[in-house]
């Protein structure tokens, strides 16, 4: 019964978002510049680290 409340409320947010891109009203969720950078920069931090760990540990 709950799974069906809760598929019956998607389906219906669905429609509305539909609805509401096809008139110009809904855009999506802005992205985040911050958080896709810090990802970005994610691997080079992660080798400079483990660079640094094996200089020291040697």
Do not use: N
């Not at 669905?14 to 970005?40: C, F, P, W």
């Not at 691997?43 to 483990?50: A, D, F, G, L, N």
């Amino acid at each position: 019964m709950a799974r069906d409340d809760f598929e019956d409320r998607r389906e219906r947010q669905r429609q509305g978002i539909e609805l509401a891109k096809a008139s110009g009203k809904y855009a999506g969720r802005q992205a985040d510049l911050v958080t896709h950078e810090r990802i970005i920069a994610l691997p080079v931090w992660r080798q400079q680290y483990q660079q640094d760990c094996e200089t020291y540990w040697m």
